[in-house]
T-cell receptor
Framework: DAGITQSPRHKVTETGTPVTLRCHQT?????MYWYRQDPGHGLRLIHY???????DKGEVSDGYSVSRSKTEDFLLTLESATSSQTSVYFC???????????FGSGTRLTVV | GNSVTQMEGPVTLSEEAFLTINCTYT??????LFWYVQYPGEGLQLLLK?????DKGSNKGFEATYRKETTSFHLEKGSVQVSDSAVYFC???????FGTGTRLQVFP
């Protein structure tokens, strides 16, 4: 979606390797989120940020870390990828959560 | 705790049929409620929203009313089209909770 980009769009990695996914926004929104989407589970919140250097855990944060050193970038890191982390990852941004979120196009990650 | 419960899919309809996708929520506060739609191979898009009790959100012929007394936010459309085929998510902004999604398939 305009104003928010995710990279890479697709990635295949091996078990045990570190992986970093990037979310970049040009909207200057305060809030940024990482979700994963899996069949039968919908979207589940991994981590979110409510400002530079301000982050908090979501529902499924184990095995993931995040960093937000500047407003426009929110990085999601899998320290040691496992097959259970094979998923589609979506980033979202929001100026004010009660107004809604804008989602990126997603990153499809496969851990083999 | 906080949650969102959606009816399971897939929902299969013929074109011009009436659509209802049920959604109920629990929340400790007074959340905003959204419906998001995900078309095949794409990210999620906001379809409609309601920010307080008795609000009705509407967009593209879809409607949903925020009913506090029944803690529901059911999605409705009077006449679906093939292009409405997608996955629909009910969202509770209290704790940022998504429903599991309901796949709608509309056939000509």
């Amino acid at each position: 979606d305009a104003g928010i980009t995710q990279s890479p769009r697709h990635k295949v990695t091996e078990t045990g390797t570190p992986v970093t996914l990037r979310c970049h926004q040009t909207e200057n929104h305060r809030y940024m989120y990482w979700y994963r989407q899996d069949p039968g589970h919908g979207l589940r919140l991994i981590h979110y940020s409510y400002g530079v250097k301000d982050t908090d855990k979501g529902e499924v944060s184990d095995g993931y870390s995040v960093s937000r050193s500047k407003t426009e970038d929110f990085l999601l890191t899998l320290e040691s990828a496992t097959s259970s982390q094979t998923s589609v990852y979506f980033c979202a941004i929001s100026e004010e959560p009660s107004r809604g979120y804008t989602f990126g196009s997603g990153t499809r990650l496969t851990v083999v | 705790g906080n949650s969102v419960t959606q009816m399971e899919g897939p929902v299969t309809l013929s074109e011009e049929a009436f659509l209802t996708i049920n959604c109920t929520y629990t929340a400790t506060g007074y959340p905003s409620l959204f419906w998001y739609v995900q078309y095949p191979g794409e990210g999620l898009q906001l379809l409609l929203k309601a920010t307080k009790a008795d609000d009705k959100g509407s967009n593209k012929g879809f409607e949903a009313t925020y009913r506090k007394e029944t803690t529901s936010f059911h999605l409705e459309k009077g006449s679906v089209q093939v292009s409405d085929s997608a996955v629909y998510f009910c969202v509770n902004t209290d704790k940022l909770i998504f429903g599991t999604g309901t796949r709608l398939q509309v056939f000509p």
